[in-house]
């Protein structure tokens, strides 16, 4: 048996904590990951071909590939070609609804307030390699910055013998102005602090092994990120009108990504729960990732869980705060507003996560291990940056003055309370 079910209510303190305290595992890495970083950060070009050739056992020629992602775009084949440009004229579309305008308006008499947003400069966007190559991580990290109009988008992915054609393909297809043959943390730190090669970056996202994440941990502080993403996760909330073979379907493709990965069906029918049992183990073994996807369904953080009612199943997924969650349900709407807390939601039998992954339009890189109870998911606001702007008339400054000069008094700052009255009492010399 794949799994099995177990009543919520029953769960015991270790059980419940294997799904609420997941973590990414970085800290059983980080006192290497802080070598790396400061080797890359001392030796630039050297250190970054010292640590591909020890980790990624690939003697690198040239660092940049920006033209080989060229090369692969013309080189990829219509029906190839055709998916990467409809994701990305999908993903665009969606990110392009985001773009905030600037606004100024009167609060007051002769107050004027506003706010205006400007892009960064420069960007690093690390899309994964490895065991599954992944060109849609390329199109999620690298399409909403150049929406929001970055001047120069990085791109860091890991190096091989044979790269993967759609992933570099879809690198160029999404708009990367630089593409560089580094994976790990060496690749972050190459992005945190810039090389000879690469350019350095005043924010990076995207996602990766507990290398990548403990990476972005290290040089947080000298260089923005998104977050610190774990292993994958989903949440099936499913009712008694569900299809247990849906929802197996969506357990069962999320723990392809990883053994580590977390995936949860909570159910509130009992015939529905065992049919999910049933329906996984009649899944899994026509997969080709079967390995994987079995020791994610059944690692400690993974299950089909038996609720009582409604409320407690909603109760069990906003305190997971899920990357992702699917909502199998008659009243899906109903439960959605009972949610607060996920990456991004998954609503009805024709709307499964793949979709979101690939090109349904919105963005797949988003917040793991509880991060969804603070914050969303990579957009356009991630490449962005906001400046408040203010225009006091004579009135205005009359009209808020003495509240200035008393706050300012109260709190000992002589000097913030003087540099009002020195203009009130101009104004008040311009008037007599």
Do not use: Q
């Given at each position: 048996m794949t799994v099995d079910v177990r009543e919520l209510?029953?769960?015991?303190?270790?059980?419940?904590?294997?799904?609420?305290?997941?973590?990414?595992?970085?800290?059983?890495?980080?006192?290497?990951?802080?070598?790396?970083?400061?080797?890359?950060?001392?030796?630039?070009?050297?250190?970054?071909?010292?640590?591909?050739?020890?980790?990624?056992?690939?003697?690198?020629?040239?660092?940049?590939?920006?033209?080989?992602?060229?090369?692969?775009?013309?080189?990829?084949?219509?029906?190839l070609l055709d998916a990467i440009e409809t994701a990305v004229a999908n993903v665009r579309e969606f990110h392009e609804a985001q773009l905030p305008d600037d606004w100024r308006e009167e609060f007051g008499p002769g107050r004027e307030l506003g706010r205006r947003f400007r892009p960064l400069e420069r960007v690093g966007v690390y899309v994964p390699g490895g065991s599954a190559a992944y060109p849609s991580s390329a199109i999620m990290g690298v399409v909403p910055a150049v929406v929001a109009g970055v001047e120069h988008v990085s791109v860091v992915t890991p190096p091989a013998d044979e790269l993967n054609p759609v992933t570099l393909a879809a690198i160029h297809a999404a708009g990367a102005d630089a593409v560089y043959s580094v994976g790990g943390a060496q690749a972050i730190a190459g992005l945190a602090y810039g090389t000879e090669t690469i350019t350095r970056a005043q924010k990076i996202v995207g996602p990766g092994n507990k290398w990548v994440t403990a990476a972005k941990a290290e040089v947080r502080g000298d260089v923005e990120i998104d977050f610190l993403a774990g292993p994958s996760e989903v949440v099936v909330v499913a009712d008694g009108t569900a299809d247990p073979a849906l929802v197996a379907t969506e357990l069962i493709a999320q723990a392809e990504h990883d053994p580590n990965t977390s995936v949860v069906a909570v159910t509130t029918d009992e015939k529905i729960a065992d049919g999910i049992v049933t329906a996984i183990d009649e899944q899994v073994d026509a997969r080709e990732r079967k390995e994987i996807i079995q020791a994610g369904l059944e690692n400690d953080a993974s299950g089909v869980l038996l609720a009582r009612s409604m409320s407690e199943a909603i109760l069990f997924t906003e305190a997971y705060a899920p990357e992702h969650l699917s909502i199998l349900a008659e009243d899906d709407e109903a439960i959605l507003e009972r949610i607060d807390s996920a990456g991004s939601v998954f609503l009805g039998p024709n709307t499964p996560v793949a979709a979101g992954d690939y090109a349904s339009g919105t963005n797949h890189v988003l917040p793991t291990n509880g991060s969804a109870h603070v914050t969303g998911g990579l957009s356009v606001e991630t490449f962005l940056r906001s400046t408040t702007v203010q225009r006091l008339s004579a009135d205005g400054l009359e009209d808020i003055g003495e509240t200035i000069t008393t706050l300012a008094d109260a709190e000992g700052l002589e000097a913030h309370a003087a540099s009002v009255r020195h203009r009130l009492e101009r104004l008040e010399s311009d008037d007599s």
């Open positions: 209510a029953d769960l015991g303190p270790g059980e419940r904590a294997a799904f609420f305290d997941r973590d990414a595992g970085i800290e059983a890495v980080r006192g290497d990951v802080r070598e790396i970083v400061d080797r890359v950060r001392e030796e630039g070009d050297v250190a970054v071909r010292e640590f591909t050739s020890e980790f990624d056992d690939v003697e690198l020629g040239n660092i940049t590939i920006t033209d080989k992602c060229e090369r692969a775009y013309e080189a990829l084949d219509d029906e």
